[in-house]
């Protein structure tokens, strides 16, 4: 299989968001804005910076604000033109130009390996990319974003592949975790998938980021697993039963990952980035004065 195989990416973004309530009650999580722009545009770039300009995203019913906006708004356009703010119109014109962009509904929150399996009929019999939201991973000074360095071992072993991230031994209770064989510097075969187990139970430290390429195969999968708990069918189930018959790889991208599943992460992740935007020298002045008063 060759890079191009990969053309078509899903974004399961159905999730009720409880960890942000009340700010989630009527604003989808994925539009909370990190600085400048909401958490979904960053994952949208970096899947389009990697060539996959065909993505699904996946919704609730009330998530109606992510197609607002990745639509055109042309009204909103020639307001910004018509007072001299050609430069913010073209930038907000860009936005509905990132990515083919299409959506369909979970109504039931069925889990993940669920919102997986409803993207079947889009992206048909051929490997595919998921993405989930809250991980932001800002792509290294020089070189590949994420994607770009899991398609490549895509390419190179045609199976599928997992981003990986190891993280401190407190923390692996909260994570989906694997186990298998070294194959290179950053690179593992997979042998096995524990979610979210004990510290004495986990079998490394190497967690599952947000990141996935997957064969076909992973959907006859998904039809076959039954739902766990909450009633939900989980995609590391799946995961597990693909290990078992295909290869399965993991890969510690390069790159520096920001966990905003939740506020504290979240916060961490907009001053990282408002330290990189127009206003980063007032903002690195305030840090430094507040820590003086902490």
Same mark, same amino acid.
Do not use: C
């Given at each position: ?13 159905? /999730? %009720? /968001? ?13 539009? $909370? ?33 992510? @197609? ?14 018509? *007072? /001299? ?6 930038? @907000? ?43 932001? @991973? ?25 981003? $990986? +991230? ?6 692996? !209770? ?5 186990? /298998?064989?070294?194959?290179? +510097? #950053? ?12 510290? +004495? ?14 064969? =076909? ?11 766990? *708990? ?20 993991? %890969?510690?991208?390069?790159? #520096? ?5 939740? =506020?504290?992460?979240? $916060? ?11 206003? !980063? ?6 840090? @430094? ?6």
């Amino acid at each position: 299989m060759s890079v191009s195989n990969i053309l078509k990416a899903v974004f399961p973004a159905a /999730g %009720l /968001g409880t960890r942000f309530l009340p700010a989630t009650k009527n604003q989808p999580k994925e539009m $909370l804005s990190l600085y400048d722009k909401p958490a979904i545009q960053y994952v949208i770039e970096e899947a389009a910076g990697a060539g996959l300009k065909d993505i699904l995203i996946i919704i609730a019913p009330n998530k109606r604000s992510i @197609i607002d906006h990745f639509d055109r708004n042309e009204l909103l356009e020639k307001y910004l033109e018509a *007072r /001299g703010k050609e430069e913010l119109a073209k930038k @907000i014109k860009k936005i509905s130009e990132i990515a083919r962009l299409h959506y369909t509904y979970q109504v039931d929150p069925l889990g993940l390996g669920h919102a997986v399996l409803m993207a079947e009929p889009f992206i048909g019999n051929s490997p595919f990319a998921v993405y989930l939201a809250d991980d932001i @991973i800002d792509p290294p000074p020089s070189g590949k974003n994420a994607s770009q360095q899991m398609i490549d071992l895509f390419s190179e072993t045609g199976s599928s592949v997992i981003a $990986l +991230e190891a993280v401190s031994w407190e923390k692996v !209770s909260g994570y989906g975790v694997v186990d /298998g064989k070294k194959i290179g +510097e #950053r690179k593992i075969k997979i042998t096995n998938v524990v979610e979210k187990p004990s510290r +004495e139970e986990a079998p490394s430290n190497l967690t599952i980021v947000g990141r996935y390429i997957f064969t =076909p195969t992973i959907f006859e999968l998904l039809k076959n697993t039954p739902a766990g *708990r909450n009633g939900e069918i989980q995609l590391t189930d799946a995961i597990q039963k693909l290990i078992e018959i295909e290869p399965v790889y993991g %890969l510690e991208f390069e790159g #520096r990952r920001f966990d905003t599943g939740d =506020p504290a992460g979240f $916060l961490e992740a907009t001053v990282e980035f408002a330290l990189k935007g127009e206003d !980063s020298e007032r903002i690195r002045k305030y840090l @430094i004065e507040l820590s003086k008063k902490l």
